[in-house]
């Protein structure tokens, strides 16, 4: 059924009380933005998210986890949106546990994020623009190990990260490598963001790493990454959308103009009716993908492109409304209701933007 | 040759001689932007030039009569010189709510002393304005203001508060709307202007979401007006802050033209793009923006005719706003990640993201899109019950 189980929703409970008290925008992504912390986000909510088992919600039982699926992830991250929370969950608890999976490196890795200690990050993108089917970095087989040469930007967290696995051409395709932060040959940049997010550039100058920093085989395991990474941003985009839209229909009903509450005026219920149904439509694109994801199907990939444009756009058109509705004060930044402008525009890029999605949507083979 | 193209030719020979090379080149950000004043730093001895020079002829105000500053061009004249500092590449000399703003509704309400008094400074950047409109409790209901002027005699008393002002901690004088009468909303309003170093006035930044500190809460506290700064008459300030919003909105809708970085097209970065569905888009925007171009101009030139409807600006505002913040949002999706970062030099700290979120304000600084609307509608559609 495309609705969340009994398990789901007890989690979901569980989760959304904890990142409207823990992980509220005062108590972090406004506290860590205003003292300029280099992380862009708190260890110790991290290690706190660890202790809930939600850092480990994907990694195997033994090692640490509860083995839930997507849909679980998703669970968790529509509160994170909805929270505007900052923390390494999407790439390190979600992605990267999804590309470390059933490989020699998941041993060495997953029980530090079950315990929401270890923080890793995705190197995927070279341009501006996300295409991982044109990666042109290279890892050149040299002696025991590999020689990676070539450029990453929009590396999420990529300064704060224990691990990087890092998107790069071998004569057999596109694999996904572990490499240290400290690789001599590996510089790296960090970059703040307009939400106030880390994300770094990478610059590897004929970076030495042996052959088994290779992870798993082949693409599958960044194929697995880009699968979990872009479903659970649409969740998160959904969350962002819930959260601009829960803030403005509560000013709806509490600022007056005219007498009366501006919600009252058609022209604004109009817009947050519409708005309301778009964001359910999202909400059901995206949990129809985490469903397809966890069964396996072949119809995954398909749902994961819809949702991951669906929400973006969506999510695009709630924090704009936001605004607007707000009027003058939306364009504080004393107000919250701006950060998930902010926000918004950041993890629509991430993992590809709509165009993307809708593009990669009508050229499936 | 005609007299216009007579003009044309001495227009054209003069700005080649009086404009320094450094003010024909496009700005770079809104720095560049001259806004005059007391308290003005000039970012350079050229831009200092420029406005002397212009202001000295009047054409910082072409169209203003030149007993009061300006350059008593005709319309047509006034055109052809927009038109020839467009090909030189001239920036605007200086750009105030004085000139785009104040200077209007003086024209039209102002007193003759009034109109000696506070346009020439205006015309030569002298004097910085402030718009003190916006209150917390009175944005889009804007005649629900209650800073409130009592009549002592020879001045009124000031107090209360308004809010969003923009650039009110840099500003010399304010125009300031204000309720001389609790008897009628609309006709308790009486129309102020005052120097902000008089006594009473404080003023608190308040911080964009850009990062930027353009506008600030504005506070009253028993502010002693003289009753000869009172524009037209008592309790019929309405009508002068009506006007003076039209022109706002008039100035405002220029947004869509484009802002300071002149009208090049988005199509233009069509070579970069190897993504069809932006490219669409980029196209499309085109299309809207040649189109609202040519509006733009026939929107000034029924203004100048006299055959502008009275809620025209409306229309234009909405439109022209509207289309800035697609533009931006076009420039984003263009620059992808790289137009995210926030800090870096590489992305001249962050221009355009900042920029992107600052164009979210146009449909609200002004009156909002809605109130634009309802405006139309109202006005110049008669829609029942509008
Ligand atoms: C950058 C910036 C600069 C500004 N500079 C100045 C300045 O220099 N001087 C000055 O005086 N003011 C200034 N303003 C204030 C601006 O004019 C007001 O913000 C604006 O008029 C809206 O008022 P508000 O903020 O109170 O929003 P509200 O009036 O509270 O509006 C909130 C929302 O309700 C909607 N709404 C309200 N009434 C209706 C209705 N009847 N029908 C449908 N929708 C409705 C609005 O459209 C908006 O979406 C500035 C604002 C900004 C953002």
């Known amino acids: 059924m495309l609705k969340l189980n009994d398990d789901q929703r007890m989690l979901q409970d569980t989760v959304r009380l904890f990142m409207a008290e823990k992980g509220a925008i005062s108590k972090q992504l406004r506290h860590w933005r205003d003292i300029g912390c280099k992380d862009g986000f708190g260890h110790s909510l991290w290690e706190e998210m660890g202790k809930l088992g939600l850092t480990g919600i994907l990694v195997p039982e033994a090692a640490g986890g509860s083995a839930l699926g997507q849909v679980e992830a998703n669970v968790v991250l529509e509160e994170i949106g909805r929270n505007l929370t900052p923390s390494p969950f999407l790439t390190t608890a979600v992605a990267a546990v999804r590309a470390l999976e059933g490989s020699a490196h998941a041993e060495k890795w997953l029980p530090g994020i079950a315990e929401g200690k270890t923080v890793a990050a995705l190197a995927i993108d070279e341009g501006p623009h996300h295409d991982p089917s044109k990666i042109t970095m290279t890892a050149t087989r040299s002696g025991n190990g590999f020689v990676l040469d070539g450029d990453k930007q929009f590396v999420v967290q990529g300064a704060s990260a224990d691990l990087l696995l890092v998107a790069a051409a071998t004569d057999d395709g596109p694999a996904l490598f572990a490499v240290a932060p400290d690789a001599s040959g590996l510089d790296i940049e960090n970059v703040t963001l307009a939400d106030s997010s880390k994300a770094a550039r990478l610059s590897f100058d004929k970076v030495e790493v042996d052959a088994d920093a290779q992870v798993g085989e082949g693409d599958a395991p960044l194929k697995r990454a880009l699968a979990a990474g872009r479903a659970g941003v649409a969740s998160e985009l959904v969350g962002v959308a819930a959260g601009a839209f829960e803030m403005t229909n509560a000013y709806l009903r509490e600022r007056k103009q005219f007498g009366q509450p501006i919600g009252s005026f058609q022209a604004l219920q109009h817009r947050a009716a519409h708005l309301y149904g778009e964001i359910e439509i999202a909400r059901a694109a995206t949990l129809k993908a985490a469903q397809l994801l966890d069964e396996g199907s072949e119809r995954a990939a398909m749902m994961v492109h819809v949702a991951k444009a669906k929400a973006g756009q969506v999510a695009r058109l709630a924090v704009q409304e936001a605004v607007q509705m707000h009027g003058g004060i939306g364009m504080t930044d004393e107000h919250d209701i701006g950060f998930y402008m902010k926000r918004q525009a950041v993890i629509d890029q991430l993992f590809g933007g709509p165009d993307f999605h809708a593009r990669a949507l009508a050229q499936r083979s | ?386």
């Open chain 2, 1 to 386: 040759m005609t007299e216009l193209d007579d003009f044309r030719a001495q227009t054209r020979a003069w700005l080649e001689a009086n404009c320094p090379p450094e003010m024909r080149k496009p700005m770079k950000s809104e720095k560049d932007i001259c806004w005059g004043g007391r308290d003005f730093t000039f970012q350079s001895d050229a831009q200092r030039e420029w406005l002397e020079v212009m202001g000295e002829r009047g054409w910082t105000v072409p169209d203003w009569p030149s007993e009061y500053g300006g350059g008593g061009l005709s319309a047509e004249e006034a055109k052809i010189l927009k038109q020839e500092m467009k090909a030189l590449g001239c920036r605007v000399p200086l750009t105030s709510f004085g000139i785009s703003m104040l200077g209007p509704a003086l024209l039209a309400f102002g007193s003759e002393e009034q109109k000696q008094r506070f346009l020439p400074p205006i015309a030569r950047g002298e004097i910085r304005w402030c718009q003190g409109y916006s209150e917390p409790g009175a944005g889009s209901d804007l005649a629900g203001l209650s800073t409130k002027a009592e009549d002592r005699g020879d001045h009124y008393l000031v107090n209360g508060q308004k809010v969003w002002t923009s650039y009110a901690d840099e500003a010399d004088w304010i125009f300031c709307l204000v309720r001389t009468s609790t008897e009628s909303k609309h006709g308790g309003i009486s129309f102020l202007l005052f120097d902000m170093a008089s006594e009473g006035v404080s003023t608190k930044p308040i911080k964009l979401i850009s990062g930027y500190s353009p506008f600030c809460e504005t506070f009253f506290d028993d502010v002693k007006v003289p009753k000869d700064q009172l524009v037209h008459e008592e309790n019929k300030g309405w009508t002068v802050a009506k006007y003076l919003l039209g022109h706002e909105r008039e100035m405002i809708s220029g947004m869509g033209l484009g802002g300071g970085k002149g009208s090049s097209l988005l199509s233009e970065a069509l070579g970069e793009v190897d993504d069809p569905l932006l490219a669409t888009d980029l196209a499309r925007f085109d299309v809207d923006a040649l189109a609202f171009q040519a509006m733009s101009e026939a929107f000034i030139d029924q203004l100048k005719a006299g055959e502008a409807h009275p809620a025209l600006p409306s229309m234009m505002k909405y439109a022209g706003t509207e289309l800035n913040k697609r533009r931006h949002e076009l420039v984003m999706a263009l620059g992808g990640s790289d137009a995210l970062e926030w800090e870096s030099d590489r992305s001249k700290e962050g221009a355009r993201a900042r920029d992107w979120l600052r164009t979210k304000a146009n449909s609200i600084e002004g009156g909002t899109s809605e109130i634009q609307l309802g405006i139309v509608a109202k006005h110049i559609l008669q829609l029942p019950g509008a």
